[in-house]
């Protein structure tokens, strides 16, 4: 049973309230004209003869007494009943007023805490985590309870908008930093395994040291991405997620030349940043031939419109996956079994900034396990 909301709860005690003031003065009134009810006529029963002669004229009086205590009766029922009945319907025009009246006030009285819900509600719906938290309730009115929670819950949106920006500019002022010694790391090594009189150990070590340099700034971009992928666009172009995923699918399958892609490419349009959506397919290809079986492996890609919206799909054969570890493939730095990323396979990140990057376009990204091993992951964005 759906229960009802505060608005109607309260209408509902105010309207009982006021009926049962209504019945009780109803009540007492009733009782009070019943007691000092003055005699019709201005004579009381008083006034006449308690005995009679056995006269005609005594016969006459108790006749007149019989009557008169008749027409008293019948005059005093006749007003109690007309006290009731008019006083009852009074009371339920005057109540059905107060109920209208009631729903009126409780609802300008709730018109703050909807106020505060909706804002809530916009920031919880962002596409991206910390996005609407700029919003604020900025309630006025005067210093009551409920500006007081309104108050509060602007300091915390406050405090959270702050620790979201301050971590997103971290990690980009972190990548940015690390970028340059990288870049000089990679430019000494290169410089010393290309001289002419560097021996063939030289250039092992150098190359090694180019991997590990490579495989950092692989890293670094990463971070990078994911960094400006939390942020909202502020300029989209015309996008075809099907000559993205074209382009794409060439340059990412050159890695795994050894598995199969199929490739099932209809006009998908949408609209956004193109480097960003490049990276997107890019990332779900690659994790795709990376995470494969070792033969007779294939990677299907698909985009076309579902239901109006621009989809990709990206199917592969791999190792069985449990349907709960696939939302942790979605944490940065996390795989399978929520183990951290180790070893040369990869750093955690593709997952994570695809959905970071569908999350800005407005759109989503999911994942399920295929039952013979192997994941189907769904990009879905607005249309153009």
Same mark, same amino acid.
């Given at each position: 049973?759906? +229960?009802?909301?505060?608005?109607? +709860?309260?209408?509902?005690?105010?309207?009982?309230?006021?009926?049962?003031?209504?019945? $009780?003065?109803?009540?007492?009134?009733?009782?009070?004209?019943?007691?000092?009810?003055?005699?019709?006529?201005?004579?009381?029963?008083?006034?006449?003869?308690?005995?009679?002669?056995?006269?005609?004229? @005594?016969? /006459?009086?108790? /006749? #007149?007494?019989?009557?008169?205590?008749?027409?008293?009766?019948?005059?005093?029922?006749?007003?109690?009943?007309?006290?009731?009945?008019?006083?009852?319907?009074?009371?339920?025009?005057?109540?059905?007023?107060?109920?209208?009246?009631?729903?009126?006030?409780?609802?300008?009285?709730?018109?703050?805490?909807?106020?505060?819900?909706?804002?809530?509600?916009?920031?919880?719906?962002?596409?991206?985590?910390?996005?609407?938290?700029?919003?604020?309730?900025?309630?006025?009115?005067?210093?009551?309870?409920?500006?007081?929670?309104?108050?509060?819950?602007?300091?915390?949106?406050?405090?959270?908008?702050?620790?979201?920006?301050?971590?997103?500019?971290? $990690?980009?002022?972190?990548?940015?930093?690390?970028?340059?010694?990288?870049?000089? /790391?990679?430019?000494?090594?290169?410089?010393?395994?290309?001289?002419?009189?560097?021996?063939?150990?030289?250039?092992?070590?150098?190359?090694?040291?180019?991997?590990?340099?490579?495989?950092?700034?692989?890293?670094?971009?990463? !971070?990078?991405?994911?960094?400006?992928?939390?942020?909202?666009?502020?300029?989209?172009?015309?996008?075809? !997620?099907?000559?993205?995923?074209?382009?794409?699918?060439?340059?990412?399958?050159?890695?795994?030349?050894?598995?199969?892609?199929?490739?099932?490419?209809?006009?998908?349009?949408?609209?956004?940043?193109?480097?960003?959506?490049?990276?997107?397919?890019? /990332? #779900?290809?690659?994790?795709?031939?990376?995470?494969?079986?070792?033969?007779?492996?294939?990677?299907?890609?698909?985009?076309?419109?579902?239901?109006?919206?621009?989809?990709?799909?990206?199917?592969?054969?791999?190792?069985?996956?449990?349907?709960?570890?696939?939302?942790?493939?979605?944490?940065?730095?996390?795989?399978?079994?929520?183990?951290? $990323? $180790?070893?040369?396979? @990869?750093?955690?990140?593709?997952?994570?900034?695809?959905?970071?990057?569908?999350?800005?376009?407005?759109?989503?990204?999911?994942?399920?396990?295929?039952?013979?091993?192997?994941?189907?992951?769904?990009?879905?964005?607005?249309?153009?």
């Amino acid at each position: 049973m759906k +229960r009802l909301t505060i608005r109607a +709860r309260l209408t509902l005690i105010y309207g009982g309230l006021f009926l049962l003031a209504g019945m $009780v003065l109803l009540a007492v009134t009733y009782v009070l004209v019943d007691q000092r009810m003055p005699q019709p006529f201005g004579v009381s029963l008083r006034d006449l003869p308690k005995t009679a002669p056995t006269t005609p004229s @005594g016969q /006459n009086v108790d /006749n #007149l007494r019989a009557l008169l205590q008749e027409v008293q009766d019948e005059a005093k029922r006749n007003a109690l009943e007309s006290l009731l009945t008019q006083g009852g319907i009074a009371l339920i025009v005057v109540s059905t007023v107060a109920i209208a009246f009631g729903w009126l006030l409780a609802g300008r009285a709730l018109q703050p805490l909807l106020q505060i819900t909706g804002t809530a509600r916009r920031i919880a719906g962002a596409d991206t985590a910390g996005r609407g938290l700029h919003e604020r309730i900025a309630l006025t009115g005067p210093p009551d309870e409920v500006r007081e929670l309104a108050d509060t819950f602007d300091e915390m949106l406050e405090r959270l908008d702050r620790s979201f920006d301050g971590q997103r500019r971290f $990690v980009a002022n972190a990548s940015h930093e690390l970028r340059t010694p990288l870049a000089l /790391n990679r430019a000494l090594v290169e410089l010393a395994i290309t001289r002419p009189d560097a021996s063939a150990e030289t250039r092992r070590l150098g190359e090694s040291l180019l991997a590990v340099n490579e495989r950092h700034e692989r890293l670094i971009d990463g !971070l990078l991405t994911l960094a400006d992928s939390e942020n909202e666009l502020t300029e989209r172009t015309p996008v075809d !997620l099907a000559e993205v995923c074209a382009h794409t699918t060439d340059q990412a399958g050159k890695q795994a030349p050894g598995v199969r892609v199929r490739r099932a490419l209809a006009p998908a349009p949408t609209s956004g940043d193109p480097v960003l959506l490049e990276r997107l397919t890019f /990332n #779900l290809v690659e994790n795709a031939l990376r995470h494969n079986l070792p033969a007779d492996g294939w990677v299907e890609v698909r985009t076309g419109l579902v239901d109006g919206r621009p989809t990709l799909t990206v199917t592969n054969t791999g190792p069985v996956i449990p349907g709960y570890d696939v939302e942790t493939m979605f944490q940065p730095f996390r795989r399978l079994s929520r183990e951290r $990323v $180790v070893g040369a396979r @990869g750093f955690g990140l593709g997952l994570s900034i695809v959905r970071a990057v569908a999350r800005a376009h407005g759109g989503t990204a999911e994942a399920q396990p295929r039952p013979d091993g192997g994941l189907i992951v769904t990009v879905t964005v607005p249309p153009a």
